[in-house]
């Protein structure tokens, strides 16, 4: 019987996977095409992105069901849909995960700006969270996490919804920028008061994942620590997407300079580290060399 | 009120958001015969530009920029019937065709930019989210604009905004607009490398942008 992941925590660094997005592109996904669609129609492809990030070395990988609120998914019509192809993203990542290692149920914005600002409601939000939520419990996950998160009350209303319908623990990150004055989301949370808040709503981890680099990610892993006790998520995104000339879009972070910052994300306080836009399985698998290198030695 | 205090006034009220306020001062500025053009420079134009300098100073975020842009929306709309009036021809801004390329569903930041060009005194025509490429040029055509404005947020949906440029070119039509382009994988260089008239990084930017290209 494998510990919980959150007592794995309290032990060492735990290890998250790397963008999941390019890789289904990388493998012919269309823009345009949800990418949740794929845990029906091509559910080979889905199991072999997390099976790469496993051998890689990552403990933990998330459901490819990023975009998976009803709301969300009711931008490509599939609203109707949303149970079913969470319930299947579960059981991808379930199946693909060896004894002892983690999935993650991954829930990303709805998509909706709240009001005043937008049309949508605290109760829309949460209830659609709610709904992806129980899906992805249903699917056999271990945590949920809830991610890329630019408003805090968006990031409170998916705690609360999927607190509603599980007990399992509920992670949540947010997505900040470097601002003059410190870590803020577009919204302008500041990154502690969101730690904060989400600690004291039950989030059982918080942390902070895209927009920042490795480099800038390690004073915002030190702005949430100050914050919480809590264990603090960091997957930082590789840099900047660069476009070569008439070639490939590359991420400006090459490998080795994003891996740098690894040990120094670890002692700002990062307990669960891992990768978002531009990471691949290699950037994992050096990740892990570095962790448990440190570890071991 | 004396004029100065006035327009004082009136930038008070875009830069706080207060879309009563600025509305209220609109109506007030038509019925009492104030030169609008002047009420339009130097009362609600400051106000938007010091919105934008406290955005980019990090002191404003989204939700200020955009009850600040709802003001000076409202404010223009309670404007505009006069001003064309009196001032035809004169509007400050032009006409831009924006939207999110084809494929692509985010429509947050190309809201809000439509929101600042608008409130830039821009006429926007706005075509939401997933558009197909042929349909900006359609829309450009038929409403004599003058630019067209492109986003996307994904690296792979980036792609149309050079496959954009390209098509605009096989018309014959690419000296005839003027092309921006935004969303978080675009940048200078890319703007640069497909061709397009420009980049900015936010909608602040995007508006001062939009100016110096109309």
Redesign the interface.
């Given at each position: 019987m494998k510990p919980p992941l959150l007592d794995l925590v309290r032990g060492r660094t735990v290890l998250f996977d790397g963008a999941m997005?390019?890789e289904l592109?990388a493998r012919g996904l269309?823009?345009?095409t949800a990418p949740e669609l794929w845990n029906v129609d091509r559910p080979e492809v889905v199991k072999e992105i997390h099976t790469a990030y496993f051998e890689a070395g990552a403990d933990v990988v998330s459901t490819n069901s990023f975009g998976g609120t009803p709301l969300k998914l009711a931008?490509?019509g599939l609203e109707g849909r949303a149970s079913e192809l969470n319930r299947a993203a579960a059981r991808l990542a379930r199946e693909a995960a060896p004894g002892g290692r983690y999935v993650a149920g991954s829930m990303g914005p709805a998509?909706r700006?709240l009001q005043?600002?937008g049309p949508a409601t605290v109760d829309e939000l949460t209830a659609a969270y709610a709904a992806q939520a129980r899906a992805l419990s249903e699917g056999g996950v271990d945590v949920l996490i809830i991610e890329t998160q630019y408003d805090l009350r968006e990031a409170l209303a998916a705690l609360r919804g999927a607190r509603s319908v599980t007990d399992l623990p509920v992670f949540v990150t947010m997505t900040f920028s470097r601002?003059?004055?410190g870590y803020?989301?577009?919204?302008?949370d500041p990154a502690s008061r969101s730690a904060a808040e989400l600690d004291r709503a039950g989030a059982a981890a918080v942390g902070a994942n895209c927009s920042l680099t490795s480099e800038q990610m390690v004073g915002c892993v030190a702005a949430l620590r100050t914050a919480t006790a809590l264990p603090v998520i960091a997957q930082a995104n590789a840099g900047?997407?660069?476009?070569g000339?008439?070639g490939p879009?590359v991420y400006s972070q090459s490998l080795e300079d994003y891996v740098r910052f690894v040990p120094e994300i670890v002692r700002a306080g990062a307990g669960f580290v891992g990768g978002c836009c531009g990471t691949t399985p290699a950037t994992i698998r050096a990740m892990a060399r570095i962790i448990r290198g440190k570890e071991e030695s | 009120m004396i004029k100065t205090e006035i327009l004082a006034k009136m930038s008070e009220a875009i830069v706080a958001g207060d879309r009563v306020a600025a509305r209220a001062l609109a109506e007030e500025a038509v019925r009492s015969g104030l030169d609008l053009l002047e009420v339009v420079e130097q009362g609600y134009v400051p106000g938007i530009q010091r919105v934008g300098e406290l955005w980019e100073q990090g002191d404003y975020f989204l939700p200020e920029l955009i009850t600040s842009a709802e003001a000076m929306k409202s404010a223009m709309a309670a404007l505009e019937p006069e001003l064309n009036r009196t001032h035809a021809g004169t509007r400050m801004g032009g006409k831009v065709v924006i939207g999110t390329v084809e494929g692509d569903i985010h429509d947050i930041g190309k809201n809000l930019v439509a929101s600042m060009l608008q409130a830039g005194g821009f006429e926007v025509f706005d075509l939401g989210a997933d558009v197909k490429l042929e349909r900006f040029i359609e829309k450009a055509e038929e409403v004599g604009a003058g630019m067209i404005c492109l986003s996307a947020l994904l690296t792979t949906t980036m792609m149309a905004q050079r496959r954009f440029i390209a098509l605009l070119r096989d018309k014959g039509l690419r000296g005839k607009y003027k092309v921006l382009v935004g969303g978080a994988p675009a940048s200078r260089t890319w703007a640069e490398e497909i061709g397009a008239d420009g980049y900015a990084e936010n909608a602040v930017a995007a508006v001062r942008l939009a100016k110096s290209l109309a």
């Open positions: 997005g390019t592109m269309g823009a345009g931008a490509h998509g700006v005043p600002q601002f003059p004055r803020f989301t577009i919204m302008g900047r997407p660069v476009a000339a008439g879009i | -």
